[in-house]
């Protein structure tokens, strides 16, 4: 494969270099694109120095398959260019909600791959994309009616710039120096800010709104689903705390069963001090985790969850990749 990564130099983009390294990608060239500002500097892959190029001229006749994972804007203006001579996989919010795009999460809804109009396929939210691959199986066999979702997302949700910005906050606040927010509506260092994105008029903010329409079309668009995000002062991994009711009555150990054997998931539920997954330990892990497994006892038929995943490995880098690999399969 020729392959093409817009936003090389980015957070995602660094660690789809990875993944294709660790899966042993088959890659003839490939071409790390990014700003002016990054252009000439040095990214490895495979043992080599790879230079970065300046995306503004670049010839996308020279690839067949794009990664593009630097922003809507760059997504608006460039993605339809490539898509005339390679595959977009695009990690932006800008085609998630387009009729004639695919929104995939591979062990979830791979079979709507099948038809790939114009040649690009988008890639959910991070937050959408740990969600849904827990409730696939379960939706499969209990029925989903309706889903609460908190989440607890980590600021490198927001950018370099913010995780960065979480660390001199952090500093300040332990010297009792003044601190001004750059990235963040509130201070973070110590702090829980529930807002991510902007407002909309009806209250939601657009990540919570991602949540919301982005499951729908992935799963099941009779699903009913409400969503509060919170950034919290954590560096990598969004977690969930999850309540779902379901059509059908289950038992907790067959929900332990199906989440253990189904692809991405895994369980690591002990009821005890330290038996449960926190952010720093599914950072640079691929499975996505579930904890906390128990009844809701105020409401029949629904089940409590808390899951946690990597947002940059699993809910972006490993899952564009892996829609990669499915299509190409599909395609042979």
């Known amino acids: 494969m020729n392959i093409a990564i817009v936003g090389a130099t980015g957070n995602v983009g660094r660690i789809i270099l990875e993944v294709l390294e660790k899966k042993n990608f088959e890659v003839e060239n ?14 490895k892959f495979n043992g080599r120095e790879i230079k970065v190029e300046s995306l503004d001229n670049f010839d996308f006749s020279k690839v067949n ?3 593009f994972s630097a922003g809507g804007k760059i997504s608006e203006k460039f993605a339809a260019k490539a898509a005339k001579n390679s595959l977009v996989i695009d990690n932006s919010s800008f085609f998630r909600m387009d ?13 709507h791959m099948e038809k790939v109009p114009k040649n690009i396929i988008a ?22 009616k309706r889903v609460i979702a908190s989440t607890y997302q980590s600021t490198s949700g927001a950018g370099k710039a913010p995780m960065d910005e979480m660390i001199e906050q952090t500093q300040a606040a332990i010297n009792n120096e003044k601190i001004t927010s750059k990235n963040f509506t509130k201070q973070i260092a110590f ?12 209250g939601y903010t657009k990540e919570e709104l991602k949540m919301i329409n982005e499951t729908k079309k992935i799963l099941d668009n009779k699903i009913k689903l409400t969503a509060t995000c919170v950034r919290i002062p954590v560096r990598v991994s969004h977690a969930e705390s999850v309540n779902i009711e379901f059509e059908k009555p289950f038992t907790l150990e067959k929900i332990h069963e199906v ?3 189904s692809d991405g998931c895994k369980v690591f539920d002990k009821r005890s001090d330290a038996g449960y997954i926190t952010p720093i330990d599914a950072e640079g892990k691929n499975e996505t985790f579930i904890s906390r497994i128990r009844e809701d006892k105020s409401k029949t038929n629904s089940l409590n969850l808390w899951i946690v995943s990597d947002n940059l490995l699993r809910g972006a880098a490993l899952n564009a990749v892996e829609i990669a690999e499915t299509y190409l399969r599909m395609n042979k």
Do not use: M, R, W
């Not at 009729?99 to 079979?111: A, R, Y």
């Not at 807002?195 to 009806?202: A, L, N, R, T, V």
């Open 30 to 43: 490939l071409y790390l694109l990014a700003s002016q500002k990054s252009q000439g500097s040095n990214l």
């Open 65 to 67: 398959l794009s990664f």
């Open 99 to 111: 009729p004639e795009v695919p929104l995939i999460v591979p062990q979830v809804n791979s079979n």
């Open 123 to 144: 890639n959910p939210n991070c937050s959408t994309a740990q969600l849904v691959i827990v409730l696939k199986p379960l939706h499969d066999l209990f029925k989903i």
């Open 191 to 202: 702090n829980a800010i529930p807002h991510i994105d902007s407002f909309s008029e009806d």
């Open 259 to 261: 989440l253990n054997s």
